[in-house]
Nanobody, 124 residues
Framework: QVRLVESGGGLVQAGGSLGLSCAAS????????MGWYRQAPGKQRELVAG???????NYADSVKGRFTISRDNVKNTVYLQMNSLKPEDTAVYYC??????????????????WGQGTQVTVSS
């Protein structure tokens, strides 16, 4: 069974930094796009950053120049380094990945997976 497990997050003052990581596990054949989304109270979930298995990245305008997404394809892990944090970055951050897996010897399965979410709180 494929799982995404996040770590990192927490409380930081404005201007500080935090790092998030998300590891995928299970009978994984390949992982295409991995990314981070966030959802603040009363708001819709939004894309923060994404990265392809070739290393191409895209960022929300609000985080460009402050956040950096990276991945380790051997470890099936995606990272988000967040610098110069602002109170408006406060949200629950979710890892997302599109994964091709092999649930049994003769099957192939593709799906979108989500992590459990981790809280990031930036105080002013």
């Amino acid at each position: 069974q494929v799982r995404l497990v996040e770590s990192g997050g927490g409380l930081v003052q404005a201007g500080g930094s935090l790092g998030l990581s998300c590891a995928a596990s299970g009978s994984i054949i390949s992982i295409n796009i991995m990314g981070w989304y966030r959802q603040a109270p009363g708001k819709q979930r939004e894309l923060v950053a994404g990265i392809t298995n070739g290393g191409s990245t895209n960022y929300a305008d609000s985080v460009k120049g402050r956040f950096t997404i990276s991945r380790d394809n051997v470890k099936n892990t995606v990272y988000l380094q967040m610098n110069s944090l602002k109170p408006e970055d406060t949200a629950v951050y979710y890892c997302n990945a599109y994964i091709v897996s092999r649930p049994d010897l003769f099957a192939r399965y593709e799906s979108d997976y989500w992590g459990q979410g981790t809280q990031v709180t930036v105080s002013s």
